[in-house]
């Protein structure tokens, strides 16, 4: 998930400076790139992402930076976020913010009062555009829904519900608190509230066949969100369903046929629902993309507040990796010293360039790049995946064909073959 920022003092972007790692130099073909990076992000527009690191209780499959805390000091996290906030817009208070992104861990269990502060401390911050996105994640129980209409309140318009399953045994196999009659009620009242609302759900459960796919995603989609997030469920280690699996005990999980089957359901029904893949993963009608992402797969920059929330700045020309101590205890103490933010690090132009074609390339638009921007043997790798069917290239624009998608990680590492910086770790 993502995260953004505050207000004040005008001379914070030299202390952006005397923060930084030197990139190490990197010979080779990738360093012909990033000629221009200020124009990445003012093509991917700015946004600003807000880590709220608390949830009831660990998802079995979890790999975000969420914890269970018996006490939470809703004043004492207001303050934090303000403080980070002003620091952030002293920096660039200068740009115009198109959206916020509350993220976790749950930030359905943020006081509005505490999210109602943080958008008037951002809207003193920044000039923000006319429709500003503001997006706040929220948990479907019943708790939490009773929130809903104070975050609208607050300024939130768009509200991304994690359903993840429509079917209550698996809810509770997944370690959800919620049931499917919970997750339909909140829904409709998002749908009241919220002029936008996305849900997310899980597939590729331990013993999901497609019928049941099938008929779960229909009733997803009949329930009219402009937006869908559908994922399939993946196994990260350090997480209880990791250790699980790693012991022989998470039994029924697809192999790699009936995956490609799930994904195969997945493209038909929602492409013929009018909610086509605008990215790997998410769908939405036309005009209900998700703003806040497209920034990150569009090499936008975006400020990241909040335990462990990364950021992407681009200041005098160089782009900057941000990101903020892990744990809350540790932020907070950071915040309190007065930088809620790890050293930040220059990104060398070959990694500049691997993370925006990993990025844009999940996109179905594909990387909008002038030609002779990429380096000659990335071209030439680009043009094999072409002839292969895999890829597609127009003047000024290339991408993944659908075929292509199913094999995302295979053609990026492909098209990133020698250049040794961040590599896809993760296949569809
Ligand atoms: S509610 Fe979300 S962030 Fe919290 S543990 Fe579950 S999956 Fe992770």
Redesign the pocket.
């Known amino acids: 998930?993502a995260t953004l920022g505050d207000i004040s003092q005008r001379d914070g972007a030299s202390d952006a400076r005397d923060n930084v790692t030197k990139p190490e130099g990197r010979p080779g073909p990738l360093n012909q790139i990033n000629r221009d990076p200020v124009e990445n992000w003012q093509r991917g527009g700015f946004g600003l992402y807000l880590h709220w690191p608390?949830?009831?209780?660990?998802?079995p499959?979890?790999?975000?930076?969420?914890h269970?805390a018996a006490r939470i000091d809703q004043r004492e996290w207001q303050d934090a976020y303000l403080a980070e906030i002003a620091r952030a817009a002293g920096e660039t208070g200068e740009r115009v913010l198109a959206s916020v992104y509350f993220g976790?861990?749950?930030p359905s269990l943020m006081d509005p009062e505490l999210v109602a502060a943080i958008l008037d401390a951002v809207r003193a911050g920044w000039r923000v555009v006319n429709d500003l996105e503001v997006t706040l994640?929220a948990?479907p129980t019943s708790v939490e829904a009773g929130r809903f209409r104070g975050y609208a309140a607050a300024g939130v318009n768009r509200l991304s519900l994690?359903v993840?399953a429509l079917d209550d045994r698996d809810l509770a196999a997944l370690?959800?608190?919620h049931t499917a009659g919970e997750a339909r009620a909140a829904f409709d009242l998002a749908r009241a509230t919220f002029s936008r609302v996305s849900f997310d759900l899980i597939y590729a459960r331990q013993g999901q066949t497609p019928e049941a796919w099938r008929a779960e995603l229909g009733e997803a989609l009949t329930m009219a969100a402009d937006h869908l997030s559908l994922y399939q469920l993946t196994i990260e280690p350090g997480t209880a369903f990791g250790t699980r699996h790693a012991a022989g005990r998470l039994p029924g999980l697809p192999d790699e046929d009936r995956a490609v089957a799930l994904w195969d359901i997945t493209q038909e029904m929602t492409g013929a629902a009018g909610m086509v893949a605008y990215e790997v993963s998410n769908h939405a009608v036309e005009g209900a993309e998700g703003r806040h992402n497209l920034v990150y797969w569009r090499g936008g920059d975006y400020l990241g507040i909040g335990p462990g929330a990364h950021g992407r700045l681009t200041l005098d020309g160089i782009r900057l990796a941000t990101e903020a101590p892990r744990a809350p205890t540790a932020w907070l103490q950071a915040v309190r010293q007065g930088r809620g933010e790890l050293p930040r690090e220059a990104l060398a132009a070959g990694d500049v360039l691997a993370e925006r074609l990993m990025m844009g390339l999940r996109l179905a638009e594909g990387v909008t790049m002038a030609p002779g921007d990429l380096p000659p043997a990335v071209a030439a790798r680009i043009d094999m995946l072409v002839s292969d069917g895999l890829m597609w290239r127009e003047t000024g624009r290339f991408g993944v064909t659908a075929t292509g998608r199913r094999l995302l990680d295979a053609v990026l590492r492909e098209i990133l073959a020698d250049q040794g910086g961040s590599q896809p770790d993760s296949d569809i």
Request: aromatic share 12%; glycine share 16%; net charge neutral.
């Open positions: 998930m608390f949830c009831l209780s660990k998802c499959y979890c790999d975000f930076n969420s269970v976790g861990g749950t994640e948990n994690g993840q370690g959800r608190l």
